[in-house]
């Protein structure tokens, strides 16, 4: 959870987390609700544009043999013979003949019981035989299996597990909703409002003051370097840790070198890691590239025993993969995209991303139905997800040339409204704010969601 202002009129915008996904009966929801956290629920209604910018009408997209319909089939296909065919349990209602014809032939040398898996871009193989080069219109195809995979993983299904993916946790424990989360306060204020209950602090009863801690269990600003620990759990655990000040390097996250280069301990019996997938999988990295500790203070923390060390840990550690979700924030002087719409698809392609090149886009200028002026109304602020490698390249890349990139998608889109108030196609000098999500590069996170890999 990362939220930052953002745009004439301090906005807030989340860079990190954004929905409560599965609603009814979660607790994150029950405690958005507690604490007056702001959402809005999510309807998930796309307007579609083809790769040249071309509006498709949805009565059109889910005709036979279109490129949509086809991801559609597939996926919902996919999911079904996954709960049925890959897992232990069995589904709940009996197989259909083709079905059953299809459990046989992907469990044929498959045992649920063990490790063997199948990418879930195989699954829709098996399942349809879609696959996106292959389809009428794979750019469109490619968008429109983009919303059902990427979107839902943060990775191409071609890395994600047939096996682990479906159903998703969330909507299996709870209910098949979301809410997005929008709120002055950031998304962030639902884990300090959940820390407040046990940690001394300036907390207000009525959840609208700024929350800060006075409490010496809470040790802010500070990073862990070097975890020394014994396997056997006799000995105290060791952990080397830093003050640190926060450095804003252009066209980089946020660092947080130590201050001063001082360190000191912490001694304690047991250690508790809640780092991510993606920071875990780097200390390792640098653990088989044998760097000296003290040289991977900026990257990683390092262990002592090395995780290397630990039985099964390692492979652990690889059968997954840290997702990504990019986002950028465009905000300009005028709205050209409309206030009827949240999401818009894009099958727009360049380089080696076909139809997935800046494949949706959301409007916080929403101002229709249920959710009218739920969002920020004349905010003029416009939002693109990406996902996997292609939010990787974008991470990469400074704000200019990540604007540069993406500003002919935006006038392949809306190039009718956009030249009758400009007479002309946008450029640079019409963006009023730019706001870049980096969490590939951020040494704190090295990605942004787990996905099991297959």
Known sequence: MY???????????????????????????????????????????????????????????????????????????????????????????????????????????????????????????????????????????????????????????????????????????????????????????????????????????????????VDERLQMNTKVLHVQWDPEGVLPVNVTVCTTIRESPPHMPNLYPCANNQTFILVGKEFISTFSLGVLQKSLDEERNNIAVELSVNKAPRFDPPLMSIANFTDSLEANVLGLYGKAFFQFPFNFWGERQEYYLSAYSSGSYTGTFAPAWFSYDFKKGANKNKYYPGSNIIMLYTAGERARDLSSLTEDNAIYELLPVLNSMFNTSIQSTLGRELNITDVLDFQLSRWSIDPLFYGGFSAWRE
């Not at 969330?170 to 820390?195: E, M, N, P, R, T």
């Open 3 to 213: 939220e930052v202002p953002f745009g004439s009129g301090n906005y807030t915008i989340e860079l990190g987390a954004q929905f409560i996904d599965g609603v009814e009966g979660n607790p994150a929801y029950i405690a958005a609700q507690k604490y007056g956290l702001g959402g809005v629920y999510q309807s998930f209604s796309f307007r579609v544009y083809d790769k040249d910018g071309q509006f498709r009408r949805r009565e059109g997209l889910l005709l036979e043999d279109t490129s949509c319909r086809a991801a559609d089939d597939a996926y919902l296909m996919a999911s079904v013979l996954s709960e049925s065919c890959l897992h232990l349990s069995t589904a709940d209602e009996p197989l259909s003949w083709r079905e059953q014809m299809l459990c046989d032939e992907i469990k044929n040398g498959f045992d649920p019981s063990d490790i063997d898996d199948v990418s879930f871009e195989n699954l829709q193989r098996n399942a349809t035989g879609f696959y996106p080069p292959s389809a009428n219109e794979p750019s469109l195809a490619a968008t429109c299996s983009w919303i059902y995979n990427d979107f839902g993983l943060g990775e191409e299904p071609r890395f994600t597990s047939g096996k682990h993916s479906v159903p998703m946790t969330a909507y299996d424990d709870f209910s098949d909703d979301d809410i997005f989360v929008v709120d002055k306060k950031g998304f962030s204020w639902l884990v300090k409002s959940q820390a407040a209950e046990f940690l001394n602090s300036s907390k207000s009863d009525d959840h609208t003051e700024e929350i800060i801690f």
